[in-house]
């Protein structure tokens, strides 16, 4: 039992908050991996969740591409990652390797784009955006490991660490209610 606790205590670390953090994120209580059910060799899409709340699969399933209210209640970060391959697709849905924050190119491969976010007492807050338009230079992260979630680490530049994300599959596509819907499926 006591092994089982100090392992789970491992995994739900919390990430080393630099000093100028406009916030501290504390324990990770939930690292979860979720993709667009549209993925498939040629373009797709996933979320790397980072929260300090207890998220469920189902949770974040019914939310889709539409996280902010999901992510609102804690504290922690939110990736955005999406791929479009060309030529034989043999890159498709390999999440593994570097993404950095905004756009990056390849002639082989394809293209990449990541985002990525702060959330903190009910605000989204972007660290990074398509070009680095919203500012942030420092964001990267590293996928080490695919086959069962999502597993490496991660840079900002107020916060790093590593993860090893749960996968929660692909999203549910039902509708939602359009009123609150905020967009993020556009990115």
């Known amino acids: 039992m006591m092994l089982l606790t100090v392992l789970a205590a491992c995994t739900n ?10 916030f501290e994120i504390g324990a990770l209580a939930s690292q979860i991996w979720i993709i667009d059910p549209d993925t498939d060799a040629e373009d797709g899409a996933g979320f790397l969740i980072l929260s300090t709340e207890e998220l469920s699969c189902a949770d974040v399933s019914a939310a ?15 990736f955005m990652l999406r791929y479009n391959s060309w030529g034989d697709h043999e890159h498709g849905q390999d ?20 985002l990525s ?8 807050y972007f660290l990074s955006g398509y070009y680095s338009w919203y500012g942030g230079s420092g964001t990267w992260v590293d996928v080490t490991g695919a086959t069962d979630g999502l ?6 530049d ?5 993860f090893d994300a749960i996968s929660c599959g692909e999203w549910d596509e039902e509708p939602r209610d359009t009123d609150r ?4 499926d556009s990115w």
Do not use: C, I
């Open 13 to 22: 670390k919390a990430p080393d908050n630099s000093a100028d953090a406009p």
């Open 64 to 78: 889709g591409d539409d996280l902010d209210e999901l992510v609102l209640e804690g504290q922690g970060l939110l």
């Open 95 to 114: 999440w593994t390797g570097l993404w950095m924050s905004g756009y990056a190119y390849s002639a082989s491969r394809g293209e990449r784009t990541m």
């Open 117 to 124: 976010l702060a959330f903190s007492d009910s605000f989204l």
């Open 151 to 156: 597993q490496g680490s991660y840079t900002t």
């Open 158 to 162: 107020y916060w790093s660490g590593e």
């Open 181 to 184: 819907h905020t967009g993020w």
